[in-house]
Protein backbone atom coordinates (compact mmCIF):
# COMPACT_ATOMS: atom_id res chain seq x y z
CA UNK A 1 0.00 0.00 0.00
CA UNK A 2 1.48 3.19 -1.01
CA UNK A 3 2.65 5.89 1.91
CA UNK A 4 -0.79 7.67 2.58
CA UNK A 5 0.73 11.57 3.00
CA UNK A 6 -1.87 13.14 1.74
CA UNK A 7 -4.83 11.04 3.60
CA UNK A 8 -7.87 13.37 4.81
CA UNK A 9 -6.58 16.41 1.83
CA UNK A 10 -8.17 17.65 -0.94
CA UNK A 11 -6.08 17.83 -4.07
CA UNK A 12 -7.00 19.40 -7.69
CA UNK A 13 -5.29 18.97 -10.63
CA UNK A 14 -5.77 21.57 -13.89
CA UNK A 15 -5.22 19.50 -17.00
CA UNK A 16 -5.49 15.92 -15.56
CA UNK A 17 -6.59 13.45 -18.44
CA UNK A 18 -3.27 12.45 -19.83
CA UNK A 19 0.25 12.08 -19.37
CA UNK A 20 1.50 14.24 -16.23
CA UNK A 21 -1.48 15.44 -14.63
CA UNK A 22 -2.80 11.68 -14.66
CA UNK A 23 0.43 10.70 -13.23
CA UNK A 24 0.00 13.44 -10.43
CA UNK A 25 -3.97 12.51 -9.95
CA UNK A 26 -3.26 8.67 -9.93
CA UNK A 27 -0.39 9.16 -7.34
CA UNK A 28 -2.27 11.37 -5.28
CA UNK A 29 -5.42 9.77 -5.01
CA UNK A 30 -3.27 6.49 -3.82
CA UNK A 31 -1.67 8.32 -0.90
CA UNK A 32 -4.99 8.96 0.17
CA UNK A 33 -6.19 12.46 -1.26
CA UNK A 34 -9.75 12.93 -2.58
CA UNK A 35 -8.81 14.29 -6.03
CA UNK A 36 -10.91 16.70 -8.52
CA UNK A 37 -9.27 16.93 -12.25
CA UNK A 38 -10.73 19.35 -15.00
CA UNK A 39 -9.48 19.41 -19.15
CA UNK A 40 -10.95 19.09 -22.53
CA UNK A 41 -10.46 15.55 -22.83
CA UNK A 42 -13.51 14.13 -21.31
CA UNK A 43 -12.92 10.84 -22.30
CA UNK A 44 -9.76 10.69 -20.68
CA UNK A 45 -11.44 12.24 -17.54
CA UNK A 46 -14.05 9.44 -17.50
CA UNK A 47 -11.76 6.99 -17.41
CA UNK A 48 -9.90 8.05 -14.71
CA UNK A 49 -13.13 8.71 -12.79
CA UNK A 50 -14.11 4.68 -13.64
CA UNK A 51 -10.27 3.31 -12.19
CA UNK A 52 -10.88 5.58 -9.18
CA UNK A 53 -13.99 5.78 -7.67
CA UNK A 54 -15.53 7.80 -5.02
CA UNK A 55 -12.58 9.70 -4.03
CA UNK A 56 -12.21 11.49 -7.66
CA UNK A 57 -14.62 13.96 -9.39
CA UNK A 58 -13.92 15.82 -12.59
CA UNK A 59 -15.42 18.43 -14.92
CA UNK A 60 -14.64 19.52 -18.18
CA UNK A 61 -12.17 22.29 -18.33
CA UNK A 62 -11.05 24.93 -20.61
CA UNK A 63 -8.04 26.83 -18.15
CA UNK A 64 -8.00 29.57 -20.40
CA UNK A 65 -11.62 30.53 -19.28
CA UNK A 66 -12.33 32.33 -16.23
CA UNK A 67 -15.20 30.76 -15.57
CA UNK A 68 -13.77 27.00 -15.93
CA UNK A 69 -10.93 27.66 -13.59
CA UNK A 70 -13.25 29.20 -10.90
CA UNK A 71 -15.74 26.08 -11.48
CA UNK A 72 -13.07 23.49 -11.05
CA UNK A 73 -12.33 24.96 -7.57
CA UNK A 74 -15.87 25.38 -6.90
CA UNK A 75 -15.93 21.44 -7.37
CA UNK A 76 -13.64 20.44 -5.01
CA UNK A 77 -15.27 22.76 -2.39
CA UNK A 78 -18.57 21.49 -2.73
CA UNK A 79 -17.53 17.71 -3.43
CA UNK A 80 -15.00 17.88 -0.71
CA UNK A 81 -14.77 20.14 1.25
CA UNK A 82 -11.81 22.34 0.80
CA UNK A 83 -8.90 22.26 -1.35
CA UNK A 84 -5.36 21.90 -0.02
CA UNK A 85 -2.87 21.06 -2.75
CA UNK A 86 -3.28 22.50 -6.26
CA UNK A 87 -1.35 21.34 -9.51
CA UNK A 88 -1.61 23.35 -12.41
CA UNK A 89 -0.30 20.56 -15.35
CA UNK A 90 -2.18 21.53 -18.75
CA UNK A 91 -0.33 23.20 -21.62
CA UNK A 92 0.29 22.69 -24.97
CA UNK A 93 2.17 24.10 -27.89
CA UNK A 94 1.76 25.53 -31.81
CA UNK A 95 5.49 25.84 -32.69
CA UNK A 96 6.93 28.20 -35.61
CA UNK A 97 10.43 30.38 -36.52
CA UNK A 98 9.52 34.15 -34.91
CA UNK A 99 8.97 35.69 -38.28
CA UNK A 100 6.57 32.93 -39.35
CA UNK A 101 4.64 32.81 -35.81
CA UNK A 102 0.80 33.33 -36.76
CA UNK A 103 -0.41 35.90 -34.07
CA UNK A 104 -3.60 33.04 -33.31
CA UNK A 105 -0.71 30.23 -32.62
CA UNK A 106 1.42 32.57 -30.26
CA UNK A 107 -2.16 33.46 -28.56
CA UNK A 108 -3.06 29.32 -28.54
CA UNK A 109 0.35 28.77 -26.66
CA UNK A 110 0.67 31.04 -24.40
CA UNK A 111 -3.02 31.49 -23.04
CA UNK A 112 -2.95 27.96 -22.30
CA UNK A 113 0.50 27.50 -21.03
CA UNK A 114 0.46 30.99 -19.01
CA UNK A 115 -2.61 32.60 -18.69
CA UNK A 116 -4.02 29.13 -17.92
CA UNK A 117 -1.40 28.69 -14.88
CA UNK A 118 -2.55 32.57 -13.91
CA UNK A 119 -6.47 31.71 -13.47
CA UNK A 120 -5.89 28.78 -11.91
CA UNK A 121 -3.58 29.86 -9.12
CA UNK A 122 -5.92 32.76 -8.46
CA UNK A 123 -9.27 31.16 -7.42
CA UNK A 124 -7.42 27.63 -5.73
CA UNK A 125 -5.65 30.92 -3.28
CA UNK A 126 -8.46 32.43 -3.40
CA UNK A 127 -10.17 29.37 -1.98
CA UNK A 128 -7.32 28.50 0.38
CA UNK A 129 -7.46 32.32 1.70
CA UNK A 130 -10.92 31.79 2.43
CA UNK A 131 -10.19 28.56 4.48
CA UNK A 132 -7.34 30.27 6.19
CA UNK A 133 -9.66 32.83 7.81
CA UNK A 134 -12.26 30.24 8.48
CA UNK A 135 -9.72 27.91 10.01
CA UNK A 136 -10.58 24.75 8.27
CA UNK A 137 -8.56 23.21 5.20
CA UNK A 138 -4.60 22.57 5.34
CA UNK A 139 -4.66 24.53 8.42
CA UNK A 140 -6.47 21.99 10.49
CA UNK A 141 -4.26 19.13 8.45
CA UNK A 142 -1.14 18.59 10.43
CA UNK A 143 0.41 16.75 7.05
CA UNK A 144 -0.20 19.44 4.97
CA UNK A 145 2.63 20.80 3.39
CA UNK A 146 1.63 24.49 4.35
CA UNK A 147 -0.24 25.81 6.37
CA UNK A 148 -3.03 27.26 3.81
CA UNK A 149 -2.37 24.71 1.28
CA UNK A 150 0.23 24.18 -1.77
CA UNK A 151 0.12 24.98 -5.34
CA UNK A 152 2.64 23.38 -7.92
CA UNK A 153 3.12 24.23 -11.08
CA UNK A 154 4.42 22.74 -13.93
CA UNK A 155 6.94 24.62 -16.06
CA UNK A 156 9.55 23.42 -18.09
CA UNK A 157 13.32 22.87 -18.66
CA UNK A 158 12.45 25.48 -21.44
CA UNK A 159 12.02 28.33 -18.76
CA UNK A 160 15.61 27.79 -19.31
CA UNK A 161 16.48 26.92 -22.57
CA UNK A 162 15.45 28.08 -25.29
CA UNK A 163 14.63 26.08 -29.21
CA UNK A 164 14.07 27.17 -32.48
CA UNK A 165 10.35 27.44 -33.37
CA UNK A 166 9.62 27.81 -29.68
CA UNK A 167 9.39 31.30 -28.69
CA UNK A 168 5.54 31.20 -27.75
CA UNK A 169 6.58 27.99 -25.59
CA UNK A 170 9.51 29.10 -23.80
CA UNK A 171 8.07 32.68 -22.74
CA UNK A 172 5.14 31.14 -21.50
CA UNK A 173 6.81 28.52 -19.31
CA UNK A 174 9.55 31.28 -18.24
CA UNK A 175 6.63 33.08 -17.07
CA UNK A 176 5.01 30.06 -15.06
CA UNK A 177 8.49 30.05 -13.36
CA UNK A 178 8.52 33.85 -12.41
CA UNK A 179 4.24 33.56 -11.72
CA UNK A 180 5.48 31.02 -9.56
CA UNK A 181 8.07 33.11 -7.37
CA UNK A 182 5.64 35.45 -7.26
CA UNK A 183 2.75 33.43 -6.16
CA UNK A 184 5.38 32.85 -3.47
CA UNK A 185 5.66 36.18 -2.64
CA UNK A 186 2.31 37.37 -2.43
CA UNK A 187 0.42 34.31 -0.70
CA UNK A 188 2.96 33.47 1.81
CA UNK A 189 0.90 35.76 4.41
CA UNK A 190 -1.58 33.24 4.38
CA UNK A 191 0.85 29.99 4.65
CA UNK A 192 0.18 29.19 0.80
CA UNK A 193 3.22 27.65 -0.38
CA UNK A 194 3.85 28.09 -4.59
CA UNK A 195 6.79 26.46 -6.11
CA UNK A 196 7.33 24.79 -9.88
CA UNK A 197 8.40 21.85 -11.63
CA UNK A 198 10.77 21.99 -15.01
CA UNK A 199 10.52 18.98 -16.78
CA UNK A 200 12.99 17.90 -19.75
CA UNK A 201 11.87 15.62 -22.31
CA UNK A 202 8.45 13.70 -20.77
CA UNK A 203 7.04 10.92 -22.99
CA UNK A 204 3.54 11.67 -23.16
CA UNK A 205 1.15 12.19 -26.26
CA UNK A 206 2.02 15.82 -26.63
CA UNK A 207 5.59 14.68 -27.12
CA UNK A 208 4.69 11.93 -29.14
CA UNK A 209 6.23 13.19 -32.69
CA UNK A 210 9.70 13.02 -30.76
CA UNK A 211 9.59 9.57 -30.06
CA UNK A 212 7.78 8.48 -33.73
CA UNK A 213 10.80 10.26 -35.68
CA UNK A 214 13.89 8.13 -34.67
CA UNK A 215 16.16 11.20 -36.11
CA UNK A 216 14.39 13.14 -33.62
CA UNK A 217 14.50 11.22 -30.96
CA UNK A 218 18.18 10.36 -31.43
CA UNK A 219 19.01 14.33 -31.54
CA UNK A 220 17.11 14.11 -27.85
CA UNK A 221 19.08 11.74 -26.65
CA UNK A 222 22.25 13.11 -27.66
CA UNK A 223 21.62 16.06 -25.20
CA UNK A 224 20.33 14.16 -21.91
CA UNK A 225 23.13 12.89 -19.88
CA UNK A 226 20.80 10.09 -18.26
CA UNK A 227 20.10 9.17 -21.72
CA UNK A 228 16.55 8.63 -21.65
CA UNK A 229 12.98 10.51 -21.60
CA UNK A 230 11.51 10.46 -18.27
CA UNK A 231 7.79 8.67 -17.70
CA UNK A 232 4.88 10.97 -16.01
CA UNK A 233 5.25 9.34 -12.77
CA UNK A 234 8.62 10.67 -12.51
CA UNK A 235 7.08 14.11 -12.90
CA UNK A 236 4.51 13.09 -10.28
CA UNK A 237 7.09 12.19 -7.40
CA UNK A 238 8.68 15.05 -7.58
CA UNK A 239 5.47 17.98 -8.10
CA UNK A 240 4.05 15.53 -4.57
CA UNK A 241 7.62 16.19 -2.92
CA UNK A 242 6.85 19.81 -3.44
CA UNK A 243 2.97 19.62 -2.10
CA UNK A 244 4.34 17.53 0.92
CA UNK A 245 5.36 17.94 4.47
CA UNK A 246 8.65 17.46 3.40
CA UNK A 247 8.32 20.75 1.55
CA UNK A 248 6.90 22.67 4.31
CA UNK A 249 9.93 25.24 3.91
CA UNK A 250 9.96 25.35 0.51
CA UNK A 251 8.34 27.66 -1.46
CA UNK A 252 8.70 30.08 -4.67
CA UNK A 253 11.68 26.86 -5.63
CA UNK A 254 12.04 26.09 -9.07
CA UNK A 255 13.05 22.01 -9.13
CA UNK A 256 14.50 20.87 -12.94
CA UNK A 257 13.49 17.27 -13.24
CA UNK A 258 15.21 16.24 -16.84
CA UNK A 259 18.01 14.05 -16.28
CA UNK A 260 20.84 16.34 -16.37
CA UNK A 261 20.00 17.85 -19.84
CA UNK A 262 20.01 21.34 -18.84
CA UNK A 263 23.59 21.11 -18.26
CA UNK A 264 23.92 20.03 -21.71
CA UNK A 265 21.81 22.36 -24.19
CA UNK A 266 18.66 22.09 -26.10
CA UNK A 267 19.08 19.62 -29.53
CA UNK A 268 19.38 22.12 -32.81
CA UNK A 269 15.40 21.62 -34.20
CA UNK A 270 15.92 23.23 -37.78
CA UNK A 271 16.36 19.74 -39.62
CA UNK A 272 13.14 18.70 -37.92
CA UNK A 273 11.06 21.87 -38.16
CA UNK A 274 11.81 22.65 -42.05
CA UNK A 275 13.13 26.39 -43.01
CA UNK A 276 11.90 29.81 -42.21
CA UNK A 277 8.80 30.26 -44.80
CA UNK A 278 9.29 33.99 -44.38
CA UNK A 279 11.68 35.63 -47.05
CA UNK A 280 13.52 39.40 -46.63
CA UNK A 281 12.85 39.40 -50.50
Not at 7 to 31: D, K, N, T, Y
Not at 223 to 238: F, M, V
Request: charged content about 20%; aromatic content about 8%.
Amino acid sequence: MAEQRFAGQVGLVAGGASGIGRAIARRLHAEGAQVVAGDLNVEGLEALAAELGDRFAWVRTDVTQEADAEALVALAATRFGRLDLAFNVAGASRPGYIVDLAEADWDFTVDLCLKGVFLGMKHQARQMMRQAAEGTGAAATPAAGGAGGAIVNISSLNAHVPMHAGSAYVAAKAGVEMLSRNGALEFAPFGIRVNAVLPGLVQTPLTRRHFDNPDAHAAFMERIPLGRAAQPEEIAGPALFLASADAAYVSGASLLVDGAWAVSGYPDMRPFRGPVAWNAR
